[in-house]
């Protein structure tokens, strides 16, 4: 046996025996990303003196580095190889990279402005559970966390990385629910802006078709839903310079939320907006 595996079992043992909560917090943590741990990600304890005290038995054995300014850790690396070979070698690394999933699925947030610092810095750690194709337990919350990882790449404009993220879901969604389901649509459009931010007009264009064709089909011309696809649609058309297509359908989304809503409805003032911007492009003043 290696004998830095030979050392971290010993000290292994001794931390198991002693402080478990220490020894839960290292097979939790060889489940992500080594560093830049942020102290609010890991499992509640009992107490949060017994949190802290866990920490600094991890420190003690020299597993950790604490940076109390940033409320964070950063796991040794060989240590988070030691601890998730031993994981496996133990049928364990399964159980904790689920549990893994489902304490980020609880704790990682919407990619609204406000909670810009929080996802930024859990960001790294989903990822590197996602990456797992070991856990096929709770596919729907592997889903649901997948999805809000593509949105606050999304937010922040990593939309390379987006598109992975979105695509993946996609695929699971149309597994689970079906291609006709609105949470399959939603990705669909959410992959379709992800093409759009990145100028891949083309591809964008396929995905907004699909949708639009689908919310008719399914929900009828006059949906908000259809409408909204149509819309998303017109822009991509716009953005190619196809101004009479966008035109078109620009000027059906407005006289239908017009039908619908009424003249004054915000929806139907955005759609004349959008029609006004089309002209304007054209240079019909």
């Known amino acids: 046996r290696n004998p830095v595996a030979t050392t971290w079992l010993i000290s292994f043992e001794r931390i198991k025996q002693r402080d478990p909560l220490a020894a839960e917090y290292l097979s939790f943590m060889a489940c992500i990303e080594p560093k830049d741990i942020p102290q609010s990600l890991l499992p509640a304890g009992p107490t949060r003196k017994k949190e802290m005290d866990a920490i600094g038995t991890l420190h003690a054995y020299s597993f950790v580095i604490r940076r109390p300014a940033d409320f964070v ?9 030691a601890t998730r070979n031993w994981l496996r070698e133990n049928g364990q690394l399964v159980h904790w990279i689920e ?9 990682f947030p919407d990619d609204t402005h406000t909670n810009r610092s929080i996802w930024r810095a859990y960001l790294p750690h989903v990822r590197v559970v996602l ?3 070991l856990v096929q337990k709770h596919p729907k919350k592997k ?3 997948q999805w809000r990882y593509g949105t606050c790449l999304d937010a922040d404009g990593r939309w390379s990385e987006a598109e992975i993220a979105y695509s993946q879901v996609l695929e699971m969604e149309k597994k689970e629910v079906g291609v006709e389901h609105p949470s399959t649509l ?5 992959l379709a802006s992800t093409f759009w931010n990145q100028g891949r007009w083309k591809e964008a264009e396929e995905l907004d078709v699909q ?6 089909r399914v929900l009828g011309a006059e949906h908000p839903d259809t409408l909204t696809s149509m819309a998303n649609l017109a822009s991509t058309f716009w953005n190619q310079g196809r101004w ?7 000027v059906q989304v407005m006289e239908t939320f017009k039908r619908v809503l009424g003249a004054e409805h915000p929806d139907t003032l955005t759609s004349m907006a959008n029609l006004a911007s089309t002209f304007w492009n054209q240079g019909r003043w």
């Open 143 to 145: 889903m649901d966390l």
């Open 186 to 190: 939603t990705s669909m459009t959410n």
């Open 211 to 216: 949708v639009m064709e689908t919310f008719k």
């Open 73 to 81: 850790v950063d796991l040794h690396r060989l240590v988070h190889i």
């Open 131 to 133: 990456q797992s194709d």
């Open 99 to 107: 549990k893994a999933i489902l304490r980020l699925e609880q704790v």
């Open 244 to 250: 009479k297509e966008a035109e078109e359908l620009d």
